[in-house]
């Protein structure tokens, strides 16, 4: 016990399940997780194999009206530890003795995840797109003041370029790839459901 | 709630059987999970939502928090019993039509 292992790994919001299978099979090897720097760094600590599974997890604070600290001690209360957070994303973990977290491919928890990572990334994006409003703003309103500025409207139309092609290359892909999979889910709901 | 095409689902039935004697969350879950011969498990998640959902709804109500425990009991209400034999019915309806047509 005790011996950690530091680990850096990436998984994009649409890798939940890819990074959840990964946490359990260094489980089962042994390696518990039990936290998580900037979301690239996994610190393990060794331990008994098997002993624990684990989930991550992504409540929406707002759904209900519930605080996430009623959902926290909810999860406590079944037995569920948060090993830790990330932004809105808790990363949970139960022991293997008391059953799995939900039905073997339990199909509607699997869109609710995919649905509430969907939701995260549109509301990264329109934080994005809010912030470098209020960047555009502050600039106009500089440059009335002290005139126009070849070193500030550079750095706006930089950092605004960088933010398009950010957006273009990464973020809408991933929210593509989100989209296609909730379609894939709710077809497959709609039959067995 | 005279929306009779509306089918529970298998979670929400089940929860709502459960709670015909007062439990706790993770009470629900141990329940569901005897009911069903360990067939279902509810994730909490799941759970969760579904509860404060039927608490809206008015199926459920959460009884008093006793003095000594922070867990939280819930109980079904007149509201939740009706949509239960709501529920039976169309599920022995479903039953009944399909033994008339597979088994003649």
Not at chain 1, 24 to 33: H, K, Q, V, W
Request: aromatic share 10%; hydrophobic share 45%; with cysteine.
């Amino acid at each position: 016990m005790g011996t950690t292992k530091k680990v850096w790994n990436f998984f994009t919001i649409a890798q939940w399940e890819e990074e959840e299978q990964w946490l359990n099979e260094m489980a089962r090897n042994g390696y518990n997780l039990v936290d998580v720097k900037c979301f690239v760094r996994y610190v393990f600590e060794q331990g008994t194999p098997g002993e624990y599974i684990y989930k991550l997890d992504l409540p929406d604070n707002l759904e209900h009206g519930m605080d996430g600290k009623a959902y926290c001690n909810f999860l406590a209360e079944c037995g569920i530890d948060v090993v830790c957070k990330q932004k809105q994303w808790l990363f949970l973990r139960k022991k293997a003795a008391d059953g799995p977290f939900n039905e073997q491919g339990d199909m509607f928890s699997k869109l609710k995840m995919t649905n509430k990572a969907y939701s995260y990334a549109i509301r990264t994006l329109s934080r994005l797109l809010r912030t470098f409003a209020i960047l555009i703003f502050f600039d106009i309103l500089v440059m009335c003041v002290i005139g126009h500025s070849e070193i500030l409207a550079g750095i706006v139309n930089g950092i605004g370029i960088g933010a398009i092609f950010a957006l273009t290359i990464v973020w809408v892909p991933l929210m593509d790839s989100l989209r296609k999979k909730m379609n894939a889910l709710i077809n497959e709901i709609g039959v067995k459901h | 709630m005279n929306n009779s095409n509306n089918a529970l689902t298998e979670a929400v039935y089940y929860i709502l059987l459960a709670l015909t004697t007062p439990l706790h969350g993770y009470g629900i879950m141990q329940r569901t999970a005897e009911l069903s011969s360990g067939r279902l498990v509810i994730s909490a998640g799941t759970l969760y939502g579904a509860l404060s959902t039927l608490m809206e709804k008015g199926w459920i109500k959460q009884l008093d928090i006793v003095a000594d425990s922070r867990r939280k009991e819930y109980q079904i209400t007149a509201a939740g019993r009706e949509v239960l034999e709501q529920e039976l019915a169309r599920l022995e309806e479903l039953v009944a039509n399909g033994e008339k047509i597979l088994k003649l």
